[in-house]
């Protein structure tokens, strides 16, 4: 109580401080006791926890409640520093004064301020491993994720990759990859997110106190802001500086750009002038050059202005960008003072904290070096406890030491001892055992003896038996028989008479069997009539009637039975078959043996035995029917009243009227059961079917007075089963009792319940039935065998007791338990076995003397008093027991063997006959021999069990009885035993030695444990087999009690162990297993330890032994492979050590790991640096340092010529493409020196000469490979420049199988289609006709169509005839067909590669151009090699359209003209590509029009070539399309052709005159005299398009003279006066064209014209034709003479027609014709000027009164006188004609050459009108010199 005030002062000093994280449970002084003195140590507990309870309940726990939720620094700071200074001065000496100590309470509130402050040191230090922590994971999770970032996008790439090279295996493998890193990378971001905000929480809960303990301590939140305004303002510092980068990085850009045009610019200046200058100077190509790059300045100059504009605009953006940033920058200026100041106040507080830890961890030093020197003072005094310790052990061990020596002495004497005795017992056992081996020798031999004797004899008798056999064939031979049939017969005969033979002694046996029974009956039945009736006989006639009558029955029987059953059998083997009656019946006349003796003569005796004796006669002794019952009215009781005589009666009549009223006798009314039976329940037990059984039972009367008894019968379900006997007895008084007799004979095998009923005075009343079959009742005596403790290595054995109580055998099996939930599996025999197990018991019962029938028919002889009253009457056959099921004579020849077995064992090993033998068990608890067997009713088995422990420990065992009837259910018992251990034993039983190899050495140590308590002895025995190659050291030792001994093994297998270990070696799998036999001494049980190795061999086999690499040339290496072998099943190490200069092995040059029974390849390459013979040893080394050789010899070649690259790699060729390669052939013997040994030779043999040599390439037909040139001659010191391509294509015969097959599946697709159809077009008649029905008879009809049409029922029963493949060789290479499968090969070509070794001759001389190297001799020790690695690939781009071809023709093409073609190409990769162009001529004829530079994937485009021939040639050229990957090739071909023509008119083709408004025709012929087609067309130049700007024009007379206008006159009409057809068509080669033109006026002209102009090709004009015709309205005119008008009229109509008419009739209308004549002359001679005139008629279908004109001349006296002479001067023209009129003119004498002579005359026609002419004649003299002939 004293003590209270002060803890009040201190709760109310502790208020104002803080100690975060104290706990009520950390308050307790019970955890403060490390810091207390010694003294208080020494309080008691109790003594503390009282003063516990005192300071809690004065209001202390509220106190530290408070103070554990303080935040004060400050606070925390005073308690740390009072808690100090507290604790210096309890570390003061504790002798001072008493005053001066502290109480307790004070004491305990120090310390527990000391334990709160060191907890949260702790918990600071705990926050700050958690944040490092804490970092290190987000650290981690970081570089994780920006692994995973890194992998993603590198599987991105592959993916891409993947995808345009078309692997989609790679492609989906990747995607799956893909994801697989997305979900992981969403979850390490996720976690990334948890730990960061793990981090923060942390750190917070850590600054959380530090904040709140000063005011100017930052915040969390205020550092964060801090470092994000830092950051942010970085990242404008950095945005800032990288903008000042770009400006000046576009300006740099912008004035690189400007001097770029001012450069251009320049140069466009200087082009321009040369352009003029050789302009000037008349260069043309060199003016094409400058103007071609003229425009590509302009175009660059262009581009560079463009790239101007665009880069001035990116500066203004990044100038514009560049302010925004810099007014960004003034904005945060403030902001960037704050943050300085701000982080200055960061770095302060950091300083202040890195002071404030350093602190804390000296105080913690401080702390834990007294903890340090308290844990020192420990250590010392349990060093000094561990000293004494070991003293009084060591003592103690010195003193077991010699109680052991002196018990190890008597223990090795003892051993000894049994170690003699053991000899002693060895010896004898081994004399004993070669007695044995002599005597077995002895037997041996003379058995041996006796069975080549007894082989001698059979021989013996089967050569006289083949002898006899030998003469009977002769003998039929010679008759002339077929031998082999009658051989046959004559086995056949004497097969049918044994059978017969057989058939007639089993129907006399069964005859006898027959008869013997009656007869026995028959007696048997007058023995019983004599004993019950011995006064009353029979008559002998009835008597024999009934024998006879029994005798009938018994043959019928026979007869009916049996013959069917003997038929049957004879029919399957003639071998007798017994049946089970057989056995017997057969015994008791033929009396076979006493074994055999049946089992019914017991039982008849028996049934003699149980039959009683009536006490007086029945009414079965008589013949009368024994149901048959006589009504006495008379009958009634023998000792009855007068009063029962008077109830009788009516008694009587009530039962038979059935009417049953209650009784009372002496006022009692009787209640209960009328009658009692005895027994109560008739039960039948154990019945057979066929049998009859009989019991009696007595009714006795339980009424109080006289009662009647009457039979109502059995169940309905029993009346074929049972007969009940009652003998009516009368009136029975009460007490009295009456027998009944009940007849049991079975008919199913089944069990019956049922009832009799009775009817009495009282009513009625039933007697129970019930009958039961033969079952089996199993139990086990016991359930559980405990076998007890048994030391391991011994056995014992229990039984258990297997008992039958029922009357029903069967066979069981026993087994090992799956476990209590296992299912009962119940094995049911068939019938046939059940039939040969009930043989197999009845033939052993009989054997025994059982109490059991072979028939299955119980008859035991204890059961066989279960009542005085039960007796078999009859014993029937049933049929299951008469017809049994035959068998064949495998299953008899079982079941008499399995009898016989039975006969020889001994009576008590009927339970151990095994059907089935079980695999031995290698377990613990294990079953005996009996496993399986039979139990026969009534009996018993008992079952062995062994107990055999292996393993120490408790073994519990589940065994399972299963039986065969299914109706037994499984029995199950368990085995109990405990095994107790060996006192020695291995503690590793299996020693495995791995792998080991010959002739090494292995070592393992052996540790043998010993539980015992005193030291034994232990000798080590090997088996005397791998005595030379295993050794245990020592030999001998011995083990101290409950400790190791250690056993060193050394193993050394030599070679000769496969011979030595014998049988414990296995040759085929190298194990070696043998025991090792460790001998304990007082243990009577061995250890054994087993040893385990698989022994191996370290050789290695090179095969072959021996290379010869034959000749080689010194410009190449030969490679040949051999073959290294590990004939070890260990991986060894091997290399090739020491190889010289000129031979390699490959790969890893020739080192390498074999792993076991591995064969290698290795290649070994000879590279001859000279010409000479080589022989060398190649060296292989192992691991464990064996060598292996390998002997080489070789040949080296230097050839005459060599090769500048003996190898060329093409490059990946596209198919249809080219690569081509240049190397050359050199030839370098020039000159011929003996001292010279590195000169041309084969060997070591002759240089060659020096001279020309030549070469033949031998290239394989097959290979897509040329050489040019393939063959020729080098020069000495020359070389020959060889082009080497490769050229990839698709194999003919592949693309004609191509083509079959694709030709297969387009007539299954055309099949599938047409059988669709056929369904469609079916469906569609289905639902027509369906939707059309309207009444009974079209559906009537519809049901007719619901079956195909015939149309279709025609196809179906005619089908077409299958689609036939076409031979491969029948396609033609420019069918469809063929190109089609050429193009899809194509698309589907898979890489391939080809690797070709071409051959090069080498022969010495010229070759000889007629005859070849057909006279050179060509050394095959010189032979050069050239290697060629050819990849193909398949094409990028592919030619769609001309049926994939590339070869494009464009035929004849007529010169100047040009034509086009597309030619479609696709893009068949799976990327985009960039095509590039070869150049073509500039000056031919092809031109590419537009070159498409990209092709996108799958794309196709179309490409124009066009050709345009200027000469008449062939023309050849080659447009390559080039990709990154391959090259398509276009060849290009056409032919320039000069176009001519022979047209049959002339310039100018005539029409004549025609009358006007008439037509006429005429044809010309324009013939093609060309080599092509001609595409002609007509043009006319009335119909120009240019005709009305030609009218426009003065007509050409007006112009100039001597042009005329191509167009004349045209009609009023518009019409076109001529017109030519056709006026187009194409002309064949050599063929010819008809042109029709007609000419048709409608009005009087003789200037019609017109011009033809016949183009071809719609461009060239080949052919002018002028077109002429004159028209008259009458049918005659005058041709000839000058014209006198203008040949153009005007369109206009000046006159009317009417004018125009009567001007024409008038006979004054009068026409002038100017006839000009030049005569020349010279000084001597005169040429007379001559012209004619012409008359003509027109053939027309007018005017048909006039059919001629007439003409004549006037005037003509005048003329004649002027020299002027007409001929003739009248005359007659026809229709159609014309006429001429001969005009001459001589100049008269004297005439002035300079004056025209002129006169006139008139010319007067008469036709259908008259014309007259006017004539004028002028002559004129020209002057001329002729020519001198």
């Not at 810091?35 to 726990?61: D, I, Q, R, V």
């Not at 496993?931 to 062994?946: A, C, L, M, N, Y």
Request: with cysteine.
């Amino acid at each position: 109580m004293e003590e209270v005030p002060l803890l009040n002062e201190e709760k109310t000093e502790m208020d104002d401080m803080e100690s975060p994280a104290i706990l009520e449970e950390n308050l307790t002084p019970e955890q403060c006791s490390e810091g207390e003195s010694n003294e208080e140590e020494a309080s008691g507990p109790e003594e503390f926890l009282h003063e516990t309870e005192s300071w809690k309940g004065l209001g202390l726990e509220e106190d530290y409640k408070d103070l554990a939720h303080t935040s004060s620094r400050d606070a925390t700071e005073g308690v740390e520093e009072e808690v100090e200074s507290v604790w210096e001065s309890l570390e003061e000496p504790k002798h001072r004064s008493s005053k001066k100590n502290m109480s307790y309470p004070n004491r305990v509130r120090i310390l527990n301020l000391r334990r709160n402050l060191s907890q949260l040191d702790h918990l600071a230090k705990e926050k700050e491993m958690a944040i490092q922590k804490t970092r290190e994971e987000l650290d981690a999770c970081q570089d994780r994720i920006e692994t995973l970032a890194s992998q993603q996008r590198n599987v991105e790439r592959e993916i891409d990759y993947e995808k345009k090279s078309s692997n989609t295996a790679a492609v989906f493998r990747l995607q799956v990859m893909h994801q697989r890193l997305c979900a992981e990378l969403g979850n390490e971001k996720e976690l990334e997110s948890k730990i960061a905000a793990m981090l923060n929480g942390n750190v917070e809960s850590l600054e959380e106190p530090k904040h709140q303990s000063s005011k100017k301590n930052m915040s969390y939140a205020d550092r964060v802001r801090i470092l994000n305004l830092r950051r942010n303002l970085n990242q404008l510092d950095h945005l800032a500086n990288e903008k000042e980068m770009a400006i000046e990085k576009t300006r740099e850009e912008l004035d690189a750009c400007q001097d770029r045009i001012e450069t251009l610019a320049n140069q466009q200046r200087n082009v321009e002038r040369e352009i003029d200058y050789e302009k000037k100077s008349g260069n043309t190509a060199a003016v094409f050059r400058l103007q071609a790059m003229h425009q590509r300045l302009c175009a660059e100059l262009g581009n560079e202005k463009e790239l101007e504009s665009k880069i001035a605009a990116m500066l203004n953006g990044n100038v514009l960008e560049m302010w925004k940033v810099e007014i960004e920058q003034g904005n945060f200026s403030e902001l960037r003072k704050q943050i300085k100041w701000d982080e200055e106040e960061l770095d302060r507080q950091h300083q202040g904290q890195a002071e404030e830890r350093l602190r804390k961890q000296k105080n913690k030093a401080r702390v834990l070096k007294h903890r340090w020197q308290a844990t020192e003072r420990k250590i010392e005094e349990a060093k000094e406890f561990n000293e004494r310790w070991f003293s009084r052990a060591l003592e103690d061990a010195q003193k077991n030491h010699q109680k052991a020596a002196e018990f190890l002495k008597e223990s090795l004497g003892r051993i000894h001892e049994r170690e003699e005795r053991e000899e002693q017992k060895y010896r004898e056992y081994m004399h004993k055992r070669m007695d044995t081996v002599l005597s077995l020798k002895q037997n041996i031999a003379s058995n041996r003896e006796h069975l080549r004797i007894t082989q001698a004899l059979d021989k013996v008798t089967a050569l006289e038996a083949q002898a006899q056999d030998d003469k009977v064939k002769a003998a039929i031979q010679a008759q002339g028989h077929n031998v082999t049939r009658e051989i046959f017969l004559h086995k056949r005969d004497i097969e049918l008479e044994h059978r017969k033979k057989e058939f007639m002694e089993q129907q006399k046996a069964k005859k006898i069997e027959i008869v013997a029974r009656i007869l026995k009956e028959e007696a048997q039945q007058e023995k019983v009539r004599k004993q019950s009736h011995p006064g009353i006989l029979k008559s002998k006639e009835k008597l024999s009637d009934a024998v006879k009558w029994r005798l009938k029955t018994w043959r019928y029987i026979k007869e009916t039975c049996y013959d069917s059953m003997a038929t049957t059998r004879l029919q399957k083997s003639w071998h007798p078959v017994w049946s089970i009656d057989s056995f017997d019946d057969a015994s008791y006349i033929l009396g076979a043996s006493k074994e055999m003796v049946p089992v019914r003569k017991v039982e008849e005796e028996d049934r003699n035995e149980t039959l009683a004796e009536p006490e007086f006669s029945g009414i079965w002794d008589q013949e009368c029917d024994i149901f048959k019952v006589t009504d006495d009215s008379d009958s009634k009781p023998l000792s009855a009243s007068e009063l029962e005589k008077e109830i009788f009666p009516r008694d009587v009549e009530k039962l038979h009227s059935g009417i049953i009223r209650k009784h009372r006798v002496c006022g009692r009314e009787f209640k209960g059961c009328p009658f009692y039976s005895k027994p109560s329940l008739i039960h039948f037990k154990d019945f057979d079917i066929g049998k009859t059984y009989k019991k009696k039972m007595v009714l006795i009367n339980a009424f109080y007075g006289i009662n009647f008894c009457k039979l109502i019968g059995v169940n309905e379900h029993l009346k074929d089963f049972f007969t009940v006997h009652l003998d009516p007895p009368g009136p029975m008084s009460a007490g009295m009792s009456c027998e009944v007799g009940v007849t049991f004979k079975p008919l199913i095998n089944e069990d019956l319940e049922g009832e009799m009923t009775f009817l009495s005075q009282i009513g009625s009343f039933s007697v129970p039935l019930k009958c039961s079959t033969k079952k089996c009742v199993l139990a086990l005596d016991k359930e559980l065998i405990d076998f007890g403790a048994l030391v391991v290595g011994e056995t014992i054995s229990r039984t258990v007791t297997l008992t039958n109580s029922g009357a029903l055998g069967t066979r069981f099996r026993l087994r090992k338990s799956a476990g209590p939930d296992a299912p009962n599996n119940v094995v049911a025999p068939s019938s046939s076995e059940k039939m040969v197990f009930d043989l197999i018991i009845e033939r052993t019962s009989s054997d025994k003397g059982s109490n059991y029938s072979l028939g299955g028919t119980i008859v035991d002889k204890e059961s066989a008093s279960l009542s005085h009253s039960e007796e078999i009457i009859q014993q029937t056959v049933a049929p299951s027991e008469k017809l049994i099921p035959l068998y064949s004579n495998e299953q008899i020849h079982e079941m008499v063997s399995d009898v016989s077995i039975v006969e020889e064992k001994s009576p008590s090993s009927l339970d151990t006959i095994p059907l089935e033998y079980t695999r031995e068990d290698t377990t613990e608890i294990t079953l005996g021999k009996v496993t399986e067997g039979d139990i026969g009713p009534f009996s018993s088995i008992k079952i062995p069990i062994i107990f055999t422990p292996a393993v120490p420990g408790r073994v519990q065992t589940d065994f399972e009885i299963t039986f065969y009837n299914p109706d037994c259910k499984p029995l199950h018992f368990s085995a109990v035993g405990v095994s107790v251990a060996v006192p020695v034993w291995v503690r590793n039983p299996d020693i495995d030695l791995k792998i080991c190899i010959y002739d090494r050495l292995y070592q393992d140590c052996i540790v043998i444990q010993s539980r015992a308590t005193s030291a034994l002895r232990l000798k080590f025995d090997v088996c005397k087999e791998l005595a030379n190659h295993m050794e245990l050291l020592p030999k001998t030792g011995y083990i101290q009690a409950q400790s190791s001994f250690s056993v060193q093994l050394k193993f050394l297998p030599r070679q000769s162990l496969p011979e030595d270990a014998g049988k414990y070696f296995d040759e085929k799998t190298r194990v070696l297993e043998f025991p090792v036999t460790i001998t304990v001494s007082e243990q009577s049980k061995p250890v054994q330890f087993t040893v385990h190795a698989i022994v191996t061999t370290s050789d290695l086999e090179i095969n072959p032994a021996e290379v010869d690499f034959g000749y080689c040339s010194i410009f190449e290496a030969v490679q040949t492979t051999v073959t290294l072998t590990n004939k070890s099943i260990l991986p060894q190490e091997f290399g090739f050590v020491g190889l010289q200069e000129f031979v390699e092995v490959q790969p890893n040059d020739g080192f390498g790991v074999l792993l076991p029974l591995e064969s290698l390849s290795l290649d070994v390459i000879f590279k001859p640096k000279k010409a000479k013979e080589y022989s060398f040893h190649l060296t292989c080394k192992t691991e464990i340092n064996r060598q292996f050789k390998l002997s080489c010899k070789a040949i080296g070649v230097h050839p005459p010529l060599e090769l500048s690259h003996s190898f060329v790699q093409f490059p990946a060729t596209a198919l249809n493409d080219v690569s081509s390669a240049t190397l050359f052939i050199i030839n370098s013997h020039v000159r011929l020196s003996r001292f010279n040994h590195n000169g041309p030779r084969i060997g070591a043999g002759e240089m060659a000469p020096v001279g020309p040599t030549s070469f033949q390439f031998l290239v394989p037909e097959d290979s897509h490979i040329t050489i040019m040139p393939c063959v020729g001659t080098v020069l000495p010191g020359k070389k020959c420049l060889l082009d080497v391509s490769f050229h990839p294509v698709l194999c003919d015969q592949i693309i004609r199988q191509e083509a079959v097959h694709l030709m297969c599946q387009a007539a299954e697709a055309k099949a599938q289609a047409e059988k669709k159809a056929r369904e469609l077009e079916l469906q569609r008649k289905k639902e027509e006709a369906l939707a059309s029905k309207k009444d009974v008879k079209k559906l009537a009809s519809i049901s007719f169509l619901g079956q195909p049409s015939k149309e279709y029922a025609t196809k179906d029963k005619y089908p077409s005839k299958p689609f036939e493949p076409p031979n491969p060789e029948d396609i033609s290479s420019n069918s469809e067909e063929y190109i089609a499968a050429h193009l899809s090969l194509v698309r589907s070509f898979a890489e391939r590669f080809d690797r070709y070794i071409i051959p090069c001759l080498v022969a010495y001389g010229v070759i000889d151009e007629k005859r070849g190297a057909e006279i050179l001799h060509f050394s095959p020790y010189n032979t050069l090699y050239l290697e060629l690695h050819c990849p193909s690939m398949a094409p990028v781009v592919v030619v769609t359209s001309n049926n994939g071809r590339t070869f494009f023709n464009f035929g004849d093409v007529a010169v100047g003209h040009r034509i086009k073609e597309k030619v479609k190409i696709q893009n068949i990769s799976q990327e985009q590509l960039v095509l590039h162009y070869s150049l073509l001529d500039p000056f031919g004829p092809f031109l590419l029009a537009n070159p498409i530079c990209m092709l996108e994937e799958g794309e196709s485009r179309d490409l124009v070539i066009t050709f345009c021939p200027e000469e008449n040639k062939s023309f050849f050229e080659t447009l390559a399309l080039r990709s990154e990957k391959a090259t398509l090739t276009l060849t290009l071909t056409g032919r320039g052709v000069i176009t001519s023509i022979a047209c049959s008119a002339e310039d100018v083709f005539d029409m004549g005159y025609v009358v006007s408004k008439e037509t006429a025709t005429a044809t010309f012929n324009i013939e093609n005299t060309s080599t092509l087609p001609l595409k002609y067309t007509i043009v006319l130049e009335s119909l120009s398009p240019n005709r009305d700007e030609d009218l426009q024009e003065l007509p050409p007379f007006l112009i100039s003279q001597g042009k005329t206008n191509l167009v004349g006159t045209q009609n009023y009409s518009g019409l076109s006066v001529f017109t030519v057809s056709p006026v187009e068509g194409i002309i064949g080669l050599g063929k010819f064209q008809e042109f029709t033109v007609t000419f048709s006026p409608d009005h009087e002209s003789l200037y019609y014209s017109d011009r033809v102009q016949v183009l071809l090709f719609d461009k060239e004009v080949v052919r002018v034709i002028q077109l002429k015709g004159a028209a008259r309205n009458h049918m005659m005119y005058v041709e000839g003479g000058e014209p006198l008008d203008v040949p153009i009229e005007s369109l206009a109509v000046t006159t009317s027609v009417a004018e125009e008419t009567a001007k024409a009739e008038s006979d004054k209308a009068t026409n002038s014709i100017l006839v000009s004549l030049e005569s020349v002359q010279s000084e001597t001679f005169v040429i007379p000027a001559v012209r004619e005139l012409k008359v003509g008629v027109i053939r027309t279908t007018q005017f048909t009164s006039k059919k001629n004109v007439e003409f004549s001349w006037e005037s003509l006296q005048i003329l004649q006188q002027k020299g002027f002479t007409v001929d003739p001067v009248k005359g007659t023209v026809e229709r159609g004609q014309t006429k001429a009129i001969s005009v001459s003119w001589v100049p008269p004498a004297g005439s002035d050459p300079n004056q025209p002579v002129t006169g006139s005359a008139i010319l007067t026609l008469k036709g259908d009108i008259k014309e007259i002419y006017n004539v004028y004649f002028m002559g004129r003299i020209v002057t001329r010199e002729l020519p001198p002939n």
